[in-house]
């Protein structure tokens, strides 16, 4: 089992950037895909970030609305993620939340297994 806590969100002016953690307990996290989602009042949870690893590397993808904005990064040795979120916009505004699956690179939420609490970004314009 693996437990997710996120943290890191916050207010921010647009344009401006917030880097959110997820701490994951468990010996077996670096087997794990770990994403990051979000939702936003009224809409659906949305993919926004994956990373997954293993003995040939690391693979990410991003949600084309935040490609070349943030960054999804992952210490298997702290069993942390991170996602940089840089020149944010209003519309980012939501609860961000971590997820682990145990196969995969998946993008669809059903696809994960285990859930962090969520963190609240918010983005002023």
């Known amino acids: 089992q693996v437990q997710l806590v996120e943290s890191g969100g916050g207010l921010v002016q647009a344009g401006g950037s917030l880097r959110l953690s997820c701490a994951a307990s468990g010996r077996t996290f670096s087997s794990y895909t770990m994403g990051w989602f979000r939702q936003a009042p009224g809409k659906e949870r949305e993919f926004v970030a994956v990373?997954?690893?293993?003995?040939?590397?690391?693979?990410?993808y991003y949600a084309d609305s935040v490609k070349g904005r943030f960054a999804i990064s992952r210490d298997n040795a702290e069993n942390m993620v991170h996602l940089q979120m840089n020149s944010l916009k209003p519309e980012d505004t939501a609860v961000y939340y971590c997820?682990?699956?145990?196969?995969?690179?998946?993008?669809?939420?059903?696809?994960?297994?285990?859930w962090g609490q969520g963190t609240q970004v918010t983005v002023s314009s």
């Open positions: 990373i997954s690893w293993n003995w040939s590397g690391i693979t990410s």
């Open positions: 997820a682990a699956a145990p196969v995969g690179i998946p993008k669809r939420a059903r696809d994960y297994s285990y």
